[in-house]
């Protein structure tokens, strides 16, 4: 990264934000304060409930863990930064944070896709291979699933990156997004970019696509498996399938929406992209404990534990 600053002349840049109206801002920081802290809390929940849990320790608990924990991670990236900026006049950021912000952003969106993936092969096996299900996703092949999730996106990430650091950067210097992202920095280059966006087409827009289908597929097969089970075992598998598809819509959709098609900074571009880096986060942690008996009773086991030895104390 360090040759990175040498070739460039450019080592600050300025982020132009959401919204330039100083209280439309104080507004927006009013709403996505709490959102970003409701989803550091909920999603800690989930991992801390699951952790200590005695009964949640099937594979589709393990995955829905490190889910939040990516989420977590994910949001983080993005939003701490964006929630200061917005009480921010200038809004800055080295070069080498730019690039560091889009590699954690995408290491931690593709390692989500991947889990995502996982997640819908667990419940595939769940439900079309009952009986092998326990030899099928053992211990060891679920750490193995996530550990590839995680390696997944580090490559994904390296790729963007190694695209990213040739380019040289002499100015302008104002990134028009209100975080650092592969298309609005591309447009700062001085140089031809279309083969770095055919690249990222590629890379993320393809890619997206091609998990998304993937995973539709997928859950298809599960629902037309579904018509042997007995009615019981329907109603609780489309509980858990809903849930999962809702996250992957959710998900998927502003991320096939923004990577598949020109690059451009219509305000809808960036408010799509509020909603995956912000909101959606936030999503999951509702999702799957509202529609998931298991998790709702496991949290009022843990968290009625701690109150009741509270008051004792």
């Known amino acids: 990264m360090d040759s990175m600053a040498t070739t460039n002349n450019v080592t600050k840049l300025i982020i132009t934000g959401l919204f330039q109206d100083p209280e439309v ?177 590629a890379n993320s827009g393809l890619f997206s696509i091609f998990s998304f289908l993937l995973l539709v597929s997928s859950y298809i097969v599960i629902l037309v498996n579904l018509r042997n089970h007995s009615a019981e075992g329907r109603r609780k598998a489309l509980s858990t399938c809903a849930s999962h598809i809702t996250v992957v819509v959710l998900f998927f959709g502003p991320a096939i929406f923004l990577y598949m098609r020109p690059p451009s900074t219509f305000t809808e571009d960036k408010l799509v992209a509020v909603f995956y880096t912000v909101v959606t986060p936030m999503m999951n942690p509702i999702i799957y404990t509202l529609r998931n008996a298991e998790v709702k009773i496991a949290m009022k086991r843990l968290w009625g534990k701690k109150v009741n030895s509270g008051l004792e104390q």
């Not at 996106?153 to 104002?174: A, D, E, K, Y």
């Open 25 to 201: 801002q104080r507004v927006c920081f009013v709403v996505f304060l709490p959102v970003y802290l409701a989803t550091v809390v909920g999603n800690g929940l989930i991992v801390l409930t699951i952790k200590v849990s005695q009964s949640l320790h099937s594979p589709m608990y393990f995955f829905l863990s490190y889910l939040s924990l990516v989420e977590i991670s994910y949001s983080s990236t993005v939003a701490p930064k964006f929630i200061a900026d917005l009480l921010s006049k200038v809004k800055t950021i080295s070069l080498e944070g730019c690039v560091a912000q889009i590699f954690f952003f995408h290491f931690f969106g593709v390692a989500e896709t991947f889990l995502l993936t996982v997640m819908a092969y667990d419940r595939y096996v769940a439900i079309c291979k009952p009986l092998h299900y326990t030899v099928i996703m053992s211990r060891a092949v679920c750490h193995r699933l996530v550990a590839g999730s995680w390696l997944g996106g580090f490559f994904h990430s390296m790729v963007q990156i190694i695209v990213t650091v040739r380019l040289p950067f002499c100015g302008p210097n104002v990134i028009d997004h209100y975080f650092c992202d592969l298309h609005p920095l591309f447009k700062l280059a001085c140089t031809d970019t279309s083969v770095e966006g055919l690249i990222v087409l």
